[in-house]
């Protein structure tokens, strides 16, 4: 830690005294606030700026004497850190690599050397102690390529003749007893107090074999009186256990200037607070012992020392490479961490961020919801997001859809799935976003049979197969309910966790779709022994304006493992059709209250990442309402199985559903035809009635059984 900078030799002697220079330790966020007032507020001006650091003397052993500067070392009047000295310093920020090069680094140190040495002489470092530890830090910062070359100094006065050491130093716990070791510490604290700090740089001490005293170093005169002992403290942040921190070598000066004409010796207190393990600890202090020159005021200003060594050793400055951290997508990225970072470091210490963020989202739909799901996405930090979305923009769509504006709406609109995308990287350019403008095909919308319309309806179930076996989680945003049943059907057998969002006027549903175990072998029904093919009613689900609403119900359990769940179709007992047939122009839009695909869009994403959190994910137990006051099976909450809102009293319920083995788009029989068959039996579905789905999943059954219960019913009540 010694350099030939720091030492004070005593001729007749063959002892060195050596001090530990300061190590200069400037954080990323000093460099990024040195930017921003460069290009908003130095601009060309090169004048000398104040700026503020600070050091600590609890460091472990072995670690480097640190002056270390932050993002907030430009407000001087900001508080210090706890249990931290501050030292104010001087910028001088040039233009140009030359200029930093060719400034005559030796005015610059003697011009400082000359205010601390005035300051000793006046009087005003026994005021304001900070003085002594003053620094220049000079800087060129490369803003093209983010290079910072800087060098610093931290000036001290050297003493023309030795510094005699009467006595190797001891350690605290060799000179003091457990009892004033435990004084001293009360003794310090309290003058903390006084001061209103948490940190006093130097100090008075006079101590007996019970009591330990302090004062500040401008009550000299009245603290000393009547006693021939003077000691001295230094806070160091020096870690060596022989030699002590820079800071006390202009304290000696001080003292050597103002009272060394009435010293014999002197002991000074290299006091060094620690924190081990919970427990404090100040026994491995340093006591010198010292006998000091005189210097008057009268004399010249002693010569001075201070620039700091580079990493090689040699005087000259350094260069740090921020290019990586500094950039501005860099920067916002970091940004977009630390926002979740610190949601995790106090509020929810368990949460698994990389499960958030490395998950991989497939939005179908680029509209109000998808939008919304979007936004929020970004918010938790995902960064693969891809859209699909065969409509353009138009206009009345930006008002309630956030990544759209009104320039997109011109010259026909641009394509929803690829402006989204555009916009998204605007926002943020860490996303990874993808757009596909592509249509699903759907039941009840016939292919037609020409070879060219079979080909592309093939190609975009293909593309939509690969699309939902690269993501991990796919949202249903669509308008309608039939366009949801394909990527419903793929992504049941791909085992891939679905949530689904649907709007009504004033209600709206969010809901994870079971997800099925790897084997396809066992059936549902055989599953669910304790569940009926048929239902009960319960409260409809709102579905996309236009849609049919068909809606049966579902028997309503609590504890339902994810496996069990249902689906979105599986409340129903009739084969999604063409909803979008005859529409009119309410019926041809989502006619919702504005604020209500936010909040479904927002739930969506919530519901995501909470089934993210839980150690069986997909698979996790359904959360009923009856859990809200049971403790949540997450560190975000509930997982339930749907989430069912009415913004006219704002309120939602959640009810938890099990899977339907008549389902027209999860049931096994269904799955089992279209893994094997695949586009063979989609097509089918595609252009034949609704009836081609209710009659191979046993609806049509049931439906005749229902039928013919009720006018068995009637009779009964005619025969009475």
Known sequence: MASDTCEETLPTTEFKMKFAPFSSALEAGFWHQLTQRKLNEYRLDE????????????????????LTLEFSAFEVDSPTPAHCCPAIGTLYNTNTLDAFKTIDKKALLEKETKEIWNA??????????SILSRFILLTFGDLKKYHFYYWFCFPALC?????????????????????????LQQAYDNLCIKRQTTAVPYFLMKYTDDTVQMAPLEDWDVFFTGTNKVTVGVYDPCTLAQHPGWPMRNLLVLLATRWGSKLDTVEVLCFRDRTLQGNRSVQHSLIFHLKLPEIPCTSACPKSVGWEKNPKGAMGPRMVNLSECMDPKRLAES???????????????????DKVVSTKCLLLGAGTLG?????????????????????????????RQPLYEFEDCLGGGKSKAMAAVDRLTKIFPGVNAEGYNMSIPMPGHPVNFSQATLSQAQRDVEQLEK???????VFLLMDTRESRWLPTVIAASKRKLVVNAALGFDTFVVMRHGL??????QSVSAELDFSSSGSTASSSSPTPAGSTTSVPGASLFSNIPGHKLGCYFCNDVVAPGDSTRDRTLDQQCTVSRPGLAMIAGALAVEM?????????GGYAVASSSDDRMNEPPTSLGLVPHQIRGFLSRFDNVLPASLAFDKCTACSPVVLDHYEREGFNFLSMVFNSSHSFLEDLTGLTLLHQETQAAEIWDMSDDESI
């Open 47 to 66: 004048s000398p700026k104040s700026i503020k650091g600070h050091y600590y003397n609890g460091d472990p052993f072995g670690l480097p004497t640190r």
């Open 120 to 129: 000793i002489c006046s009087g005003m470092a026994l005021k304001d102690p």
């Open 159 to 183: 003493f023309s003749e030795g510094i005699k050491i009467v006595q190797p130093p001891s350690t605290l716990d060799q000179v003091f007893s457990e009892k004033q070791i435990a004084a």
């Open 335 to 353: 940004s977009v961490d630390l926002n979740l970072k610190l949601m995790r470091w106090r509020l929810v210490p368990s949460l698994d961020l």
């Open 371 to 399: 939008c919304n799901v979007a936004r929020t996405l970004m918010g938790w930090g995902v960064r693969h997001i891809t859209f699909v979305d065969n409509a353009k923009i138009s206009y009345s769509n930006p008002v």
């Open 467 to 473: 699309l939902i076996s690269e993501h991990d989680a």
């Open 516 to 521: 099925k175990k790897p084997s396809t072998s």
């Open 608 to 616: 995501m990442v909470s089934i993210l959190q839980h150690s069986e």
